[in-house]
């Protein structure tokens, strides 16, 4: 963007239709603060500083964002009380350079605003002989949004904007709204006391209106074709709705470089997920803060991956991970649970009901189904049974077993945390081991088998004796047993 330009971010609002301790600005919308999504279109236009108006109810902005964004230079103007967006843009004239000839003013609460219709401004405002810029949209629905009213004599040029709560509103026909984006020139100060003075404050609302400028100064209506809507985010219907419409962007983005969606629409996706080419993303897929996917992976369906890194090639169906490392041509699920620390190496397949936290699963190696490894490292080509647990806790502390390669533990069997199995080591079935195995040997943890001669007809005369003597013991009436 050519000049000295500030972009002047009003984030004063109350934020009282989102019924929120919070202001509205730091709610996420796919991962991402609305904010940040405001100052990201804002930065990529390049302007010498940015200044965020903010109010009372929004003072927490300060604590989360610093004195820079992306490197460039962030101050902050404090509107209190709230008196409306004119009164708002006042109070960001203390903190611009005395060096800055425009101002690219945007509502805070605008998160579907693309960089790309911010570019070009004041080529439009340099070559018009327009003192200001006034960025315009088309809604079939325009209820509720101020709108604008062009000027008779010069068509290009904006009249006038009615609000909601003006005369005549509800009998305007047009579809042309207000954004709330605007290119100022520096004279916008002195064009807005000029506004103030000929219509004053709102009687209603108590504010003085922004758009009112446009009554005192030449401003052209510039109309951006296809602007998304909510264009700002008043309550949590629109943020859903704004949410929706970035879901759809990114998931674009990602079939345009190459990534299948089966049934997009059920997949959620935050901005910072990086997907490799050839992907398939199949139906009811969740996919968060940060997350890479290789290339030619399938997420089949319903995995939930939590800033985890899976490899090439993998199948993943019904996968719940959470910090967690995934190699390449891994087969994973369903209703596999990866918790933090987890990394599963080269070809190592995880099976039904696995749960996994801080092991580390050696290239090859199998974990077919209904296992807990907590706190393990394991060599190469192991094969872990069913129903096998690592008992990683003894209720003071985390203890790690080591395996080393081509383990192979039989079915129903408990490994004492602490404990190390050598190079293919083989530990029998319903093992407890809660020694060392070392390499080569065979770990057997249970007692000796005992059969006992005639012991269930006993036994069956023994119980049958105990059920008769039940109804003695509830006489009286009493019906406790059955409540």
Request: charged share 25%; with cysteine; hydrophobic share 40%.
């Amino acid at each position: 963007m050519a000049g000295k330009v500030a972009a002047v971010v009003l984030a004063a609002g109350r934020s009282t239709r989102f019924n929120s301790k919070r202001s509205k600005l730091l709610h996420t919308l796919c991962g991402k603060p609305m904010l940040d999504w405001v100052l990201d279109a804002a930065a990529e236009q390049q302007p010498a500083q940015i200044v965020v108006v903010y109010g009372e109810n929004s003072a927490a902005l300060l604590e989360t964002y610093g004195g820079k964004w992306r490197g460039i230079p962030v101050a902050w103007a404090l509107q209190d009380p709230p008196l409306g967006t004119g009164h708002a843009l006042e109070q960001a004239f203390p903190a611009l350079s005395d060096d800055i000839t425009h101002l690219l003013v945007l509502p805070g609460d605008a998160p579907l605003i693309r960089a790309s219709e911010l570019a070009g401004l004041v080529e439009l405002l340099e070559h018009g002989g327009f003192d200001h810029v006034m960025c315009t949209a088309l809604t079939p629905q325009p209820d509720g949004l101020g709108r604008v009213v062009r000027a008779p004599e010069r068509p290009e040029a904006v009249g006038q904007v009615v609000e909601r709560n003006e005369k005549g509103y509800a009998h305007l026909d047009t579809q042309e709204i207000n954004t709330g984006i605007y290119l100022f020139s520096r004279k916008i100060l002195d064009d807005l006391q000029r506004a103030n003075e000929a219509f004053g404050m709102d009687e209603g609302k108590g504010e003085y209106y922004l758009p009112r400028v446009c009554g005192v100064a030449p401003t052209l209506a510039h109309c951006i074709a296809g602007l998304d809507f909510p264009v700002g985010v008043d309550d949590r219907s629109a943020l859903a709705e704004a949410e929706a419409v970035l879901l759809r962007r990114i998931r674009k983005a990602w079939m345009e470089r190459g990534a299948t969606f089966r049934l997009p629409e059920t997949t959620y996706i935050e901005h910072d997920v990086e997907l490799a080419r050839d992907v398939e993303v199949g139906p009811h897929n969740v996919l968060l803060n940060s997350t890479r996917i290789g290339e030619g992976t399938v997420l089949v369906q319903g995995c939930l991956l939590d800033n985890c890194a899976v490899g090439a090639n993998c199948e993943l169906r019904q996968v719940r991970g959470l910090d967690a490392v995934v190699g390449d041509n891994v087969q994973a699920g369903p209703y596999v649970n990866l918790r933090p620390g987890t990394v599963l190496h080269d070809n190592v397949k995880v099976g039904n009901f696995v749960e996994t936290k801080n092991a580390d699963v050696g290239a090859g190696s199998k974990l077919p189904h209904l296992q807990y490894i907590g706190d393990a490292t394991m060599g190469e080509g192991c094969n872990i049974g069913a129903g096998t647990i690592f008992c990683n806790y003894d209720g003071f502390s985390k203890l790690h077993t080591t395996l080393g390669n081509g383990v192979f533990v039989g079915s129903n069997s408990s490994l004492q945390g602490g404990i190390e199995i050598g190079d293919e080591g083989y530990v029998a079935m319903a093992s407890a081991i809660t020694r060392d195995i070392p390499a080569g040997a065979l770990g057997i943890g249970r007692a000796r088998q005992e059969n006992k001669d005639g012991y269930v007809e006993k036994l069956k005369d023994r119980l049958k004796k105990r059920k008769d003597r039940q109804p003695e013991q509830n006489a009286g009436g009493s019906d406790e047993h059955h409540r």
